[in-house]
């Protein structure tokens, strides 16, 4: 299995937190719709991924989701499954590969995926309406960290 | 749902009467060109509160009649070089009635596909010897509520065969491609997902018979073009002009997935 590390300097001068490497987003290796490696060295951080779960600005996946487990944020969706339990559910590695690229799981899903950098149409500069600009490398809608907050937020919905 | 705000028409025809005498179809059938990817087609009326739908019902209450004024006004003054009036060569603005419903189409002079705006500013520019407007902008919308207000009750009849059919096809095939970085296509969220939260909005099927809107989170008339674009910018996607090629097309095959919903505009939404 081949797998190139990007040493954290490469990456993002913004992350600030100290993680040694991370797994870019053209380099996650999916067997089947599961994603076995930790993206980042750093354990996700639970507390952090609820944040980014019903956080609008941030993974916004409340706008899609409802959960008890997170019943004090208003405006839960209803686009998607109810998330409570998804810890029971599904294992690490399926969340992980649920949330880097749920398309992988569920054909044709409505998902975005949170960790993928290409194949899209007419990619605009987040929500200005302008092209992506040329040339800039694409950012993911979450980071590599983060990902692994969520993933370890979602691990906590158990029935 | 809208049953109970409104008065049956017929067994598969649901909808309200309009200052208590014109009726407003906002559920029928859906058009055999769906397919059946909808059962039936629901205007967005239904998906509003019992409040906003009111608003609707009745036009002294409707904030969307105040630009139809306006635009009554502009109807009758005489601008540019030929010192014409819309309605020194239409007559009345009731005259217009039916004219809304069977746009956008293929106007055979002009040998292309047109909006009600374009052909607005056809005759500016070519009639009148005046500013065409800009796209969408309040003088534009505000003449389009004026003639969509005098087809009311007018079931939508957009051609989707003819010479215009590439024009449909070109919007078909925009509405169901998935665009920017959530990848989302218009049908995801108004064929796939309507009468579902997302967040706190109560998605509708995304229907244009009652354009323009009077939005009352904006408080201002708005046109679809600008809807158009509100709606792909929210998929993290860089959207069409307002007026381009994309969005007539796009706009022509959408009025069309409302043929058989009533003409409805100036509607009022959220």
Redesign the interface.
């Known amino acids: 299995m081949k797998r190139t590390i990007l040493a954290l300097a490469a990456v993002s001068l913004t992350a600030g937190a100290a993680q040694a490497a991370e797994i870019a987003p053209g380099e996650v290796e999916f067997d089947g719709y599961e994603v076995t490696a930790s993206l980042t060295e750093t354990p996700g951080d639970p507390e952090k991924g609820r944040e980014i779960v019903t956080n609008?600005s941030m993974g916004?996946c409340?706008?899609?989701h409802a959960a008890e487990a997170y019943s004090d944020v208003?405006?839960?969706?209803?686009?998607g499954p109810i998330l409570d339990g998804a810890g029971d559910r599904w294992t690490e590695a399926e969340l992980r590969g649920i949330v880097s690229n749920a398309k992988m799981a569920f054909e044709g899903t409505?998902m975005?995926?949170f960790y993928k950098v290409d194949g899209?149409?007419?990619?605009?500069?987040?929500?200005?309406?302008?092209?992506?600009p040329e040339g800039e490398p694409v950012t993911p809608?979450l980071t590599a960290q983060e990902i692994e907050d969520v993933v370890a937020y979602l691990l906590t919905l158990k029935e | 749902l809208a049953a109970s705000a409104g008065t049956a028409q017929a067994e598969d025809v649901i909808g309200f009467e309009l200052n208590g005498e014109t009726p407003i179809v906002v559920e029928t059938d859906a058009p055999a060109h769906l397919d059946g990817a909808l059962s039936t087609i629901r205007s967005g009326w239904t998906f509003r509160d019992p409040a906003t739908q009111a608003m609707e019902m009745d036009d002294f209450d409707n904030p969307g009649m105040l630009a139809v004024e306006d635009a009554m006004v502009a109807w009758e003054t005489a601008e540019g070089s030929e010192g014409k009036s819309c309605m020194d060569c239409h007559g009345a603005a009731e005259d217009m009635a039916g004219v809304k419903p069977v746009y956008p189409k293929y106007v055979e002079s002009a040998g292309e596909v047109r909006t009600l705006q374009m052909q607005m500013n056809d005759c500016r520019e070519n009639r009148m010897g005046a500013e065409p407007w800009k796209y969408d902008a309040t003088e534009a919308v505000s003449m389009e509520a004026l003639l969509s207000s005098v087809s009311r009750g007018m079931p939508v009849n957009v051609a989707i065969d003819g010479p215009g059919a590439e024009t449909w096809e070109m919007g078909k095939e925009l509405y169901y491609?998935?665009?920017?970085?959530?990848?989302?296509s218009c049908a995801?969220?108004h064929e796939?997902?309507y009468d579902?939260?997302?967040?706190?909005d109560h998605l509708s099927q995304g229907q244009v018979n009652g354009f323009p809107t009077y939005r009352l989170k904006n408080t201002k008339l708005n046109g679809i073009h600008s809807r158009f674009?509100g709606c792909?910018?929210?998929?993290?996607?860089?959207?069409f002009s307002a007026g381009s090629p994309e969005f007539v097309a796009l706009e022509m095959y959408v009025a069309s997935r409302g043929n058989g919903l009533s003409v409805e505009g100036p509607s009022v939404r959220n």
């Open positions: 609008k916004n409340v706008s899609c208003p405006f839960h969706g209803e686009v409505v975005p995926a899209f149409t007419r990619l605009g500069d987040a929500f200005t309406g302008k092209a992506w809608l | 491609t998935r665009t920017g970085q959530l990848d989302l995801n969220c796939d997902n579902n939260l997302i967040r706190a674009k792909v910018r929210d998929t993290r996607a860089e959207t």
